[in-house]
C-alpha cells in the first residue's frame, strides 16, 4: 500500500532534469531581498578597482568597443556602453512601469489617498534636491546636471531596509519602494523632455504610430507575447532615432501592459476539473484527442490566471536585477579616485542634492499631503520611520549614473560620479543607523 502511495505521489509531479537540483536553491537566493543589492554593491567595487588599476585604461576601452550593422554607407552604431545604458536599460525602466501598474491596479497604491503619501513624497524628493543642485551650480559648468540628484536607486534601498529585518514595520517597505519606483518614472521623464534635443516629429509619429497599433492588437485580444517584443522593437528604433531617450519606450509599454488576468480562478478550477489522464496502452504521438485537448486548454488557463504585469514581472525580475543592473554598474561606475576632486563644486552639489534635498523633500511633502488630506499615513508607519526612509532615498546610484552619463559631459563626470558615491554611502549608513538605533517605539533597539 506504501508503495503504491508513493508511486502515486511520484507521478503527480514534473518529471526531473539535472537543472532542476540547481534549480531550487537559485530560485531560494533569488527570493532574498538584499541578494540584488548584495551583486549590484560586488560589481560596483569591481568596477572602481579595475578603473584605478594598472588595466584601467584598457578597462575603459572594452566599454568604448563600436557594435552596429553597416550596409553601404548607412550605418547604425554605438560604443558597447551605450547599448547598455540605451538598449537593455529600456528593460529596467519597463519592468519599474509594469511594477507601477502592478501596485496602481492589485497593490496598495490603488487605494487613492495611500497612493498620494508616496507619490507626494517622490516629487518632494526630485523637487527639492534639484533646487539645492541648482542653487550652488548656477551659472557653472555643471548647471545642466540637474536631474541627476533627483533618482532613488530601487534596488540599494531595498536591500539596506532587507538588513534591517523585523526591526521595521511592512508599510515603510511599501512606501519606500512605493516611493523609489514613481521616482524612477519621474527620472525617466525628466531624461525624455529635460536632456532631449534637435527632435524628429516624423520618427516621434511613427512611434506613435506603433503605440496606437499595440493598443489595437490588445483590444482584438492578442495575448501572446512576440508581437508586443516586435512592435515595442520598433517603437525604440523610432524613439531612438527621433532625438528622444530610448529608455521611455519601456515605460510606455510598460503602463500600457494589462494587470487584469484572463482567467478568473473559479474558471480554471472549473476547467481543471474537465481534466482527465490519458489511457493506458492509448496510442503513443501526438493524436489530436479531447484528453489532449483538454490538457492544452488547461495549460492555457493556468497560465492566464496571472495577469501580463504579473507574468512579465515574474520572468524579468532575475535577469533585470542579477544581470542588467550589475553589467550597467560595471560600465559606468568607473572612477579614478583623486583626493583633489573632493572639493570640486559638482562633487558638493550633488553630494548636498542628495544628502539633504532628498530628506527635506520627502518629509515636508509628506507631511503637506497629511495635513491637507490629500495622503493617509498608516498608523504604523511613524514620523520617525519616513524620516528614516528619507535619508535612505538619497543613495541615488544607479538612476543618478544613468542621468550623470547623459547630462555630464567629460570634462565634470567624475566630479558627479564622486559626489553620487560618497552621497550614497553617507545616506545608506545614516538611513541605516537612524533606523537600526530608533526604531518606531523612539527607543533605541536592544
Not at 493524436?287 to 492566464?304: C, F, S, Y
Not at 553630494?351 to 497629511?370: D, E, M, Q, R, T
Request: hydrophobic letters at 55%; proline letters at 4%.
Amino acid at each position: 500500500m506504501t508503495t503504491d502511495h508513493q508511486a502515486n505521489a511520484e507521478i503527480t509531479r514534473l518529471p526531473k532534469e539535472f537543472l532542476d537540483r540547481l534549480a531550487k536553491p537559485f530560485t531560494h537566493f533569488l527570493h532574498i531581498e538584499a541578494a540584488g543589492g548584495a551583486i549590484l554593491l560586488l560589481f560596483t567595487v569591481a568596477a572602481l578597482v579595475l578603473s584605478n588599476s594598472p588595466w584601467a585604461h584598457m578597462f575603459e576601452q572594452a566599454w568604448k568597443t563600436k557594435i552596429g550593422l553597416q550596409l553601404d554607407s548607412l550605418e547604425y552604431a554605438r560604443s558597447l556602453r551605450e547599448w547598455i545604458n540605451d538598449g537593455l536599460m529600456t528593460l529596467f525602466f519597463f519592468l519599474v512601469a509594469l511594477e507601477l501598474k502592478r501596485e496602481l491596479v492589485l497593490g496598495e497604491l490603488n487605494k487613492p489617498r495611500m497612493a498620494m503619501l508616496s507619490i507626494s513624497a517622490a516629487l518632494g524628493g526630485m523637487i527639492f534636491p534639484a533646487a539645492i543642485y541648482l542653487t550652488l551650480q548656477s551659472g557653472q559648468p555643471g548647471e545642466h546636471g540637474w536631474g541627476t540628484v533627483m533618482a532613488t536607486d530601487t534596488a540599494f534601498v531595498i536591500g539596506c531596509m532587507a538588513l534591517l529585518g523585523s526591526r521595521i514595520p511592512q508599510s515603510l517597505r511599501v512606501f519606500m519602494l512605493s516611493l523609489a519606483i514613481v521616482d524612477d518614472i519621474g527620472s525617466i521623464l525628466v531624461v525624455a523632455i529635460g536632456y532631449s534635443s534637435n527632435i524628429s516629429w516624423g520618427a516621434l509619429a511613427v512611434a506613435a504610430l506603433g503605440v496606437v497599433i499595440v493598443r489595437a492588437i490588445a483590444m482584438l485580444g492578442f495575448r501572446s507575447f512576440p508581437p508586443y517584443i516586435l512592435i515595442g522593437g520598433m517603437i525604440w528604433l523610432a524613439i531612438d532615432t527621433s532625438g528622444i531617450h530610448a529608455t521611455i519606450t519601456g515605460v510606455i509599454l510598460g503602463l500600457m501592459t494589462p494587470a487584469r488576468r484572463w482567467v478568473s480562478a473559479d474558471r480554471l478550477y472549473a476547467i481543471l476539473d474537465q481534466v482527465v489522464a490519458h489511457p493506458h496502452g492509448g496510442a503513443r504521438g501526438s493524436a489530436d484527442t479531447k484528453d489532449r485537448q483538454t490538457l492544452q486548454v488547461a495549460e492555457i488557463a493556468a497560465r492566464e490566471t496571472l495577469s501580463p504585469v504579473e507574468r512579465l514581472e515574474i520572468a524579468l525580475h532575475p535577469w533585470i536585477g542579477f544581470c542588467i543592473m550589475p553589467l550597467f554598474a560595471f560600465a559606468n561606475a568607473g572612477l579614478p579616485l583623486s583626493l583633489s576632486d573632493l572639493g570640486n563644486s559638482v562633487s558638493i552639489a550633488v553630494f548636498a542634492g542628495f544628502v539633504l534635498g532628498k530628506p527635506l523633500g520627502i518629509l515636508s511633502f509628506s507631511w503637506l499631503a497629511v495635513r491637507t488630506h490629500i495622503a493617509m499615513r498608516p498608523p504604523e508607519l511613524s514620523w520617525r520611520l519616513i524620516a528614516g526612509g528619507s535619508l535612505l532615498g538619497g543613495i541615488g546610484f544607479t538612476m543618478a549614473l544613468f542621468i550623470a552619463n547623459i547630462a555630464f559631459d567629460n570634462s565634470v563626470i567624475t566630479s558627479a560620479k564622486l559626489g553620487i558615491f560618497l552621497a550614497s554611502i553617507f545616506s545608506a549608513t545614516a538611513g541605516l543607523s537612524m533606523l537600526r538605533w530608533f526604531p518606531a517605539s523612539g527607543k533605541p533597539a536592544q
